[in-house]
Structure formats: C-alpha cells, structure tokens
C-alpha cells in the first residue's frame, strides 16, 4: 500500500512498525482487560460480604496490584521505545547519500551535494531518486513556513524549520516509487504538497544522478523552439531556471528536467500534456495560494511552452 | 424542616488580615498568574541569549544610572510601605492615610523614571529578537507600577473621602502587600535587563 | 425567626434584580454559571456544525463541497472554539454553579468579578465567530504555529482575531480559577475538613492550579505574537535572533496542561455520578484525590511530545516519553477505584451512570493510543496523521464531554426545577456512543495509511475514501446525537418532570437544597460532618447548622484552610453594572489593539473609570451600609 506505515520498505519503517506491534498488542490486551473488569463490577451478583472492612482492604490490595503492574508495563514500553529508537541511529557500516531537503510553500527541493565538486549540484525538484539499499542522510530546511517530511513507506517525519537544520535519513530495501507528503500546516495548498521517492538500483540512479547534472536539451521541433523562446521572453523567467539557459532564478522549481518527472505540481498532477497545461494557464485554481499567475499566455502560445517542457527530459 | 445550632457566629469578628482574610488568597492568586508570566519571560530571555553568540546582539549595552538610581529610590519604598502596612493593622487611620500618600508619591517618581528607563535601553523593540524582550519584559513590570501606582492613589481618596471601615484597613493592607510584589520583582528585573547583558 | 420568615429576609438580602440594567448587574454565581453554559454549548453547536462540514467535504476525494479557503478557517475555528470557547469555560461553568453549593455556602468568592469574566469570554467568542462569518476567519490551526501565524506569511487580521481570542478567554479562564481556589480554600462549611472535600470539590481545585499555572504561557506567546504582527517585535523571526520553535515551547507548555485542566473536572464528575448511582461512596477516597493532584502536577512536564519531529536532542525526548507515560498510572488508579466502587454497589443505569460508562470504553481506548503516542519513533510516523485526531477526540470526547453530558442529565433537575427525559435521554447516550465511535474508529486507521491532518480534500489514487466516507456518516449520527440533547433540554426545560431537591438519592450536599436553589443557596449554612454532605443526613432529624449569620447583609462565613474551623464573617458586594461595563471597555481595547496599539492609550481612561466605579463603595449598596455598621473596630480572635 502506498503511502502506508503499514507496509514499511526500509529498516526505519520496518523498526517502527515491529514497535508499532508491540505497542498495539499491550494495548489491545490492557484494553480488554480493563473492559472485562468493567463489564464483570456490573454484571457480577451482589453479596454481603462486600461491605465489610476486610472487602475493602481485599480491593486496596488489588488496585494497588494493579497499579504495580501498571507502572511496570509502563516502565517496560519505555525500554521498548528507547531501544527501537537507539536502533534508528544512522548506521554507519556504508557510505550514504547525502541530501538537503529544502521545504518551500508548496514544493520540494532536493538537492545532491558534492562534497568534492560544488558545480556537481544536483537540484531536483519533487522527485526523490534514491539508490536502494543504501542510507540517505537528509539535512531539512526550510524556505518560509514550517514543513515536515515524510515518507511513510521509508521513515517517520522530520520537520523542516526555518532558521535551523534538522537531520533525518532514510533507506530503501526494495526498488520502487513511494510516496511522501508534507505533514505539518503550511499554507493553503498544504494537501497539495506531495513528493515521490524513487527507490532505484545504484547504477540507475548514478545515470539519473549524472543526467540530471546535465543542462537542458536543445529542442528539436520547432513548437519546442518557439516555446523556449516564449520562455526565456516571458515571466517565467522571474521564478524558474533552466540550466543551460539564461534562466536562472530559483523561486519556483527548477525546470532543467522538468519532462523526466513523473508529476508536476507536487505531486498532485500527472505530467501528461493537458494536465500542464491547465497548469500553466491557471496554477492557482489548482493548487490554492500558489505564486504563479494565472493567463500569461494565449493558447497557441501555451501549447508551445508545454511543448518546450515536455521535452525537456 | 427541624436543625440544631450546632456552632454560633454571631461573635465571630467580620474581617482579618493576611491569609485568615479572603482578599489575601485573592491578591496572591493574582501573583501567582502574575509571577508566573514574569518567570516565563525570564525563561524567554535566557532560551533566546542561548539563539545568538553576541550578547546583546549588535546593539549596545543599556546604560544603568537612572534605572539603579529607579530601584534605590524603589527600595527605600519599603520603609514607608512598611509602615503604611502596620499602621492599617493597627487601625491607624491618619497614620495610614499619610503614609499611603508618600507612598503613592514614590510610585509616580519611580513611573516617571521609568519612563526614563525606556531611553536607557539603547534599543528599539523592533531591532532584534533581544530588543523585543527587554522592551516586553520591562514593560511588563511596568504596567504593574502604574496600575498599583493607580490603584493606591484611588485607595487614597476612598480613605480620605469616606469613613475608614474594618475592611478597608484590611484593603491597605494588602495593598500594600502589592507593592512588595511589585518592589520583589523589581530586582531581577533590573538585574536581568540593565545588568546581564554586561555578564552574558 | 421562623423559616419562613428567614426564607424572605435571605432571599431579599441576596435577591437578584431584574429588568435589563438589573441582569446585567446580577452576580449570583448561579445565573452566570447558567448564563456560561448556555453561551458554551452555544458555541459547542456551531463549532459542532463546522466540523460536520468539514467531514462533508472529506467525504469523497477531490471533493469541492467546501474551497481551501473554507476548510482551512472551519477547521482552525472548530478546534479553537472546542478549545477556548467550549471545553475550559463550559467545566469552570459546572464548578461555578456547584462549587460553592457542594461546599455549603452561599455564593462564590470574588462575585463581581466572576459576572465580569463571564462578559469577557462572550464577548470573545462573538469576535471569533463574527470573524469567520466576514470570511476572516483565523486559517492557521487552533494552535497557530509561527512563522505561518507571523506577519511574514499571514496578511490580514486572520491570525490576530485568533491570538485576541486567547487573551478574552485566558483573561475569563483565569479570573474563574482565582474565585474557585479561593473559594474551595476559605469559605467550606465549617467541618468540611481536608478529608472531607467532595472528588468534585477537589477536581476543580486542582484544575483551579493548573488554570493559573498554566495559562500565563499562552498570554505570553499569543502576545508575543500579536505584538510581531502589530508593532515588529521579533520574537519568531530567526533572522532577527527570534525562534520558530519558541512558539511551540510556550504554547504548548500550557497547551498540555490544557488538556488536562478540560479533563479533571471531568474525573470529578464522574465520581459523583458513580458514587450516586451505586448508593456508595467512591472506593479509595485518598487515592483518588491523590491522582487528581498529582495528574495535575505531571500534566506540566509532558509537552515537548507534541514536538517529537522538531529534531530535539535524544535524551529529552526520553524524559518526554517516560513523563508521557506515566501520567496514565494516575489516570488508572481514578478507573480502577471507579470499577470497584462500581462492583460492590448496586449500580442504577440511569442515563448520567451510562453516559459514564461510555466514557470508560472510550476514554481508556483514548488514553492507550496516547501511551503508543509517546513513544518517539512510533510517534514520528503518526505525529500530524488522523492517528492523532482519533487519539484527541477519544480522550476530549470520551474524557470529557462524555462526562459532562452525563453530568447534564444528572445536575439538570438541581439548575432547571426539572427533570430531562430519561428515554430520550437512553437514545441520546446510544446515538453519541455509536456515531463517535463510526466517525473516530477509521481515523486511527487512516493515520496509518498515511493521511495526514488539516488536509483539504485528498486524491482518489490514495485509497483513503471509503474510511473517510465511514467516518462522514457516523459523524451524521453524531450531530443527530446533538440535536436529540438539544431538544431534550428545550423540551424539559418546560415540561420536564417538577424536581424535588433530590431526585437521585444523590451523596452532596448540593442534594439538600430545592431544585433549583434559592439565590442564597441555603437556609441554615451547614455544619459538615462527613464525606456525604446528603447521605450523613440521612436519619438524623435535625441536622447541625451555624447560627450567627446575618440575614439582612449578605455575609459570608470565612473558615479555616484545612480544618474549616469558622474564623470570621465578611460581606460580599451587591450587584453592580460595572462588572459589565468594564467588559465592554475591556472588550473594546482587546479588539482595537488588534487593529492599532493606540487602543492602550486610548482604553486606560474608561477601564480606570470602570474598575473606579466597580469597586468605589456606593452608600445605597446594602454592602456598603453593612459594612460601616460593623465598624466597631473590635480585637480579632485570639488578641486581647
């Protein structure tokens, strides 16, 4: 199940989920318990007997038995909890990736560093491309509001505060594409503030790595051309960059490989034809709150910036 | 329906002072609420020293000679507050009413002053985070002089114009209990905004 | 003095005028505490039909029943005015009706006061909601994270009219708790000792503490806030070496305790409840009161487990999530002693014991989801998830409204003169029991499959619908529920049963006084002589009352903190229109200085004139004239 604690892909996942377990079953037996006591005060026949001193002392040993048991069960899900949370540390037996997570109302940035190379950047608006088995050690910040990351299917949340950096990571064990959501308020299109990891084998995702660090293709038909033209003359330019291009500004998502991606908008449309372009006709119809204006462009001038973007794979 | 008197009042006395009376509990309930806001946003003061290096944040220190001359002046309140208290407590009307007026006299030197104080600070609330709380929490305490400075000065008139009765010697009483909160506070206040940033 | 005659000259001493001028001025703790219910349940249903438009519009996906817009100010103005507009004021109301009554005396401490709070919290509800209905509604969650909530990213006055709110309503909150404490601690009967102090007394002391010490934390950061907004103080903005997660700290340092503060007077009523419906008093008498107490004392060191996903340091969050456990321990003694208690009584299933028992079955599923929630790594994956919507709605609802409405059905009859229908009643109690549990069950689930809170609408591809649709129709059921009560009370209010003083065979000495109370509450002050102010009567044929209080003033007996021992008599004041014309000059400055700090300047003369004219003794007050007729300036008790 997609986007589901319940079906954990990853070592984090998996750790919380077995604690989930743990913790369901205690409950679900104190719960029982608690309501067979009740059920059993009610329906149990009346005596004599229970009015006397020694009834009573007979109940303060029992709730105090109790209550003794209580503080024990207690104590025992906090040992629970704080060893699944020391098993959560990051491990450090294989080298990981290291990827800032950048919140913005209302879409991701992820960004690859380098350590060695800072012109290797890597920017990735999104979409999330993981190699499996291998730990992603994530730096979180925020643009503006308060965001949280989270994956469901990989790893429990972190926020994304302005002014500080939080840390998290994250591992896939099996290939796929999970998705995550943005899980603290931020704004009115917080609903619409998906991403996608995709979880991929370590040569794809070094392909993917290294195309992405490519700048944009040069179009081949001429709709394309006509849009990139219309592109780079237009407002557009104000917000987005397209690497390889004069475009540069960093307010909006990065559109280098805008064509590769799975969707567009956060997750919250399918990157097929007709859903860009209402899109880029009225984005704030879409997603509520969002920058981008509306009616920039005619329709034939539309068709081609859409066209230029699909084909910037 | 048939009772049994069982206990009898009628002899009981019809006021008390301190913590036998009611108004006692309910002064000090408000400082408590009170207190607790001052502590909170000393608290505030010090989570936010621990946000920056510098100290205060590339501003200037506050200067400290009127504030320290403020607090001296506050200090030596007590004396006349103290007798303002004993006096009520013995039924002492006139001496009562003569010391409630210096008192009330010292409270709207220590407000002008304090007003004074502002200009001492070296700072605007909207410069920085630091700003921001050293111009809420004085003020704060601020608030508190004026509405006690008010307040005596109305208990003042109510003692001067109308007959003194057992429950208004109860009132300067804890009126009086008021302006030691207020003088209590006083210091680490001072201490806080005109000293630390000098220590931190 | 026969009865009859003191009956007249009590009830013309502690009379209650009429006519506009004349209610308004009322400061009979009786009449605003009734007046505080009314106007909370009021607010309850609106907020109440927000939330069944919410859950319309989340009934399908993509749905367009409600825009972002509208659902981002329902859902802030739904859990703000469950929070501050209902749950707090609507539990110190029932402790302002039967504190003093349950505690034999004949009115609350600090009168005028308590007439002024109840003016203030209305008129801060009628802010909020006119707000929304202007379509400036607050939008950024009842608890209003910054820098969200901060000048940078919430134009307008959206998240102003919110944080004011806080002001109105801590501002009532706190004036209430004073009365209370102070109330409980010096003005019992004599003979109500410490050990004789009624669950429910003792509830709404502790919550008294908890409201005092808490609340000043949210009047700090709310003003904090207010004052970025308004006058560019820089306490939530980082570049300016303000902290984001400073919000957070204060406002949930008393936004833990908040919780708590609704649920304990809750626990108090359930103790009343179960004790009069098994004939016994609750097991376990000195276990129960330290619970209470030392709930009340742990509730204040759990809050940074809302703040599990902030990236704290390790070894507080462990300190969080052991605290957040074992502040259950206390909760189960309180369900343990009540199992016993109800085991060897002989329980009578009226409607408030059921209302009871419902609260058990959901309060416990609800307080074992907050275990599971406090432990950090389960909590990073449901932190913000419909898990801990579930989660809150069974410890509010099953924890605390659950109660109450039983505590309605049983206190009804003592406020109103009549009794509520007992069937209607059965249906209401079966109705809510199954139409909360239809519309909360599937939101644990929901958190799990990964819908988190405050979301609009969702997509269809997530699978999440049919859950949602579930809990869209029980939450039908439940409206339903809330009308059946609503209906019940405006029906019985007429022509409901006639009650007599004690139509349950009730334990407390609220129980000893007619239905409803005269506004002296009693005829002859009580002298205390057990736990059961009502059941100790019982065969005794003239029971011990205090002699000596005057009939012609409205005097009050002052007795001793612990062994209620009298100590002196005091008069309270008469009722007055200042209360409530210091509310409006009050009110008046809360929501100017939303809009200009020149409201400061501009309010201190009229609430100086206001508070002068509240408190400057008038001759015709009867108050006034009793207390210079005491003045004989006589040596206290114990002095020569």
Not at chain 3, 269 to 281: E, K, L, W
């Amino acid at each position: 199940m997609n986007q589901s604690a319940l079906d954990p892909h990853g070592p984090v996942a998996r750790t919380i989920l077995d604690l989930g377990w743990v913790l369901f079953s205690v409950t679900v037996v104190v719960y029982v318990l608690v309501l067979a006591g009740l059920a059993w005060a009610l329906l149990r026949q009346r005596r004599e007997s229970d009015r006397t001193p020694a009834a009573d002392r007979r109940f303060t040993s029992i709730v105090a038995a109790l209550t003794g048991v209580t503080t024990l069960t207690l104590v025992g899900l906090v040992a629970v909890s704080e060893v699944s949370g020391r098993a959560l540390a990051v491990p450090h037996a294989i080298r990981p990736v290291a990827v800032d997570v950048v919140g913005h109302q209302w879409w991701w940035e992820f960004r690859y560093r380098d350590e060695n190379d800072p012109s290797k950047l890597v920017t990735s608006p999104n979409e999330l491309h993981i190699p499996v088995g291998v730990p992603i050690v994530m730096r979180a910040m925020s643009q503006d509001v308060i965001h949280s990351f989270w994956v469901p299917n990989l790893t429990g949340k972190r926020d994304l505060i302005p002014g500080q950096v939080t840390t998290t990571w994250m591992q896939a064990d099996t290939a796929g594409i999970y998705r995550g959501q943005c899980a603290e308020f931020c704004g009115p299109s917080h609903a619409k503030m998906a991403f996608l990891v995709v979880a991929e084998p370590v040569d794809k995702f070094q392909s993917w790595i290294q195309h992405q660090r490519e700048p944009a293709g040069v179009p081949t038909t001429a709709p394309a051309a006509q849009g990139r033209d219309l592109f780079l003359s237009r407002q557009c330019t104000l917000c987005h960059a397209i690497q390889g291009t004069p475009a540069g500004a960093r307010l909006g998502p990065d559109l280098t490989h805008v064509g590769s991606r799975m969707t567009i908008a956060a997750g919250t449309l399918a990157n097929e034809r007709d859903p860009l372009d209402a899109w880029v006709e009225n984005a704030p119809s879409i997603k509520p709150g969002v920058r981008m204006p509306p009616h920039m462009l005619e329709s034939s001038e539309r068709e081609a910036v859409v066209a230029y973007l699909r084909s910037l794979q | 329906m048939t009772t049994r008197a069982a206990i009898d009042v009628a002899e009981l006395p019809d006021h008390a002072f301190g913590p036998r009376g009611l108004i006692w509990w309910g002064t000090v309930g408000f400082m408590v609420i009170e207190g607790s806001m001052f502590v909170i946003a000393i608290v505030v003061y010090f989570y936010l020293r621990l946000k920056v290096h510098q100290w205060p944040p590339s501003l200037p220190d506050p200067f400290i000679g009127i504030a320290t001359a403020n607090l001296a002046l506050v200090l030596l309140s007590c004396i006349p507050n103290m007798l303002a208290k004993r006096a009520a407590e013995r039924y002492d009307a006139p001496g009562a009413r003569l010391w409630l007026a210096v008192l009330t006299v010292i409270g709207v030197v220590n407000l002008v002053l304090r007003g004074l104080e502002y200009t001492q600070l070296n700072c605007r609330w909207g410069d920085n985070a630091y700003a921001s709380i050293t111009w809420v929490l004085l003020s704060m305490h601020t608030i508190h002089v004026a509405t006690d400075v008010v307040d005596s000065a109305v208990l003042l008139a109510l003692v001067s114009l109308q007959p003194v009765t057992n429950r208004r010697f109860v009132d300067l009483s804890e009126n009086s209990l008021y302006w030691y909160f207020i003088v209590a506070w006083w210091i680490p206040i001072y201490l806080i905004i005109f000293l630390a940033p000098r220590w931190l | 003095m026969t009865d009859e005659a003191l009956h007249r000259q009590l009830a013309d001493t502690w009379y209650n005028p009429a006519g506009l001028v004349g209610r308004l001025s009322i400061v009979d703790h009786k009449v605003i505490a009734r007046r505080y219910i009314v106007t909370a349940f009021t607010f309850f249903s609106i907020a109440g039909v927000l939330a069944a438009l919410m859950r319309l519009q989340l009934a399908f996906p993509d749905n367009h029943f409600l825009t972002a817009d509208q659902y981002n100010q329902f859902f802030t103005v739904h859990g703000t005015a469950m929070m501050f507009l209902f749950a707090v004021p609507v539990m110190e109301a029932m402790g302002v009706y039967l504190v003093p009554i349950m505690i034999g005396t004949r009115a609350i401490a600090f009168p005028r006061l308590n007439a002024y709070s109840y003016y203030v919290y209305l008129f801060g509800g009628v802010m909020l909601f006119t707000a929304l209905f202007v379509n400036s509604g607050p939008d950024v969650g009842w608890f209003s994270y910054v820098p969200l909530a901060g000048p940078d990213f919430g134009p307008g006055k959206r998240p102003d009219f919110w944080a004011q709110l806080i002001t109105f309503t801590e501002v009532a909150g706190l004036a209430v708790a004073v009365e209370l404490a102070a109330t409980i601690l010096k003005t019992r009967a004599p003979g109500m000792t410490v050990s004789r102090i009624p669950l429910f007394v003792w509830a709404m002391l502790v919550m008294a503490f908890m409201v005092i010490f808490a609340m000043p934390s949210v009047v700090l950061s709310s003003t904090f806030l207010l004052l970025d907004r308004l006058v560019g103080t820089q306490f939530y903005n980082p570049a300016e070496g303000g902290d984001a997660l400073l919000w957070q700290h204060l406002f949930w340092f008393f936004g833990h305790p908040e919780v708590y503060i609704i649920f304990v007077p809750a626990l108090g009523m359930v103790s009343s409840i179960i004790a009069t419906f098994t004939g016994r008093p609750i097991f376990g008498y000195p276990a129960m009161v330290s619970s209470l107490v030392a709930t009340g004392f742990i509730g204040f060191g759990l809050w940074v487990h809302h703040m599990f996903a902030t990236g704290l340091p390790q070894l507080g969050l462990t300190y969080f999530t052991a605290a957040s456990m074992i502040i259950s321990i206390p909760s189960g003694v309180q369900i343990f002693c009540w199992i016993v208690s109800l085991w060897r009584g002989q329980p009578r299933y009226a409607t408030p014991l059921l209302f009871v028992l419902g609260f058990v079955a959901i309060f416990v599923l609800g307080g074992l989801t907050g275990v599971t929630l406090a432990s950090t790594p389960f909590d990073l994956q449901v932190h913000d998830t419909y898990y801990v919507v579930a989660h809150f709605h069974y410890v509010l609802l099953g924890g605390a409204v659950f109660p109450l409405i039983g505590g309605v059905y049983f206190w009804f009859p003592k406020m109103t003169g009549r009794m509520l229908d007992e069937r209607l009643g059965k249906w209401n109690f079966w109705i809510f029991f199954i139409g909360f549990n239809t519309t909360f069950f599937p939101q644990h689930l929901l958190g799990l499959h990964g819908m988190p809170r405050r979301v609009y609408t969702y997509p269809a591809s997530s699978g999440w619908g049919t859950l949602n649709l579930i809990s869209t129709a029980g939450a039908m059921l439940l409206a339903m529920g809330g009308l059946l009560l609503l209906f019940n009370v405006l029906r019985s209010v007429r022509r409901g049963a006639v009650a007599p003083a004690d139509p349950w065979g009730g334990e407390g000495l609220e129980w000893t006084v007619p239905s409803p109370p005269p506004a002296y509450n009693f005829l002859h002050v009580p002298v205390v002589e057990g736990r059961s102010g009502n059941w100790d009567r019982r065969g005794n044929e003239a029971p011990p009352v205090v002699t000596g209080i005057k009939a012609d003033c409205r005097e009050v007996l002052i007795t001793t903190v612990t062994a209620a021992e009298a100590d002196h008599k005091t008069i309270y004041p008469d009722p007055s229109i200042w209360p409530f014309l210091c509310s409006v000059v009050t009110s008046a400055f809360f929501i100017g200085s939303i809009f200009t700090p020149w409201a400061l300047p501009v309010a201190i003369p009229p609430l100086a004139i206001t508070l002068i004219g509240w408190f400057w003794p008038k001759r015709s007050d009867r108050s006034t004239q009793c207390d210079l007729a005491n003045n004989r300036l006589e040596p206290l008790r114990g002095e020569a």
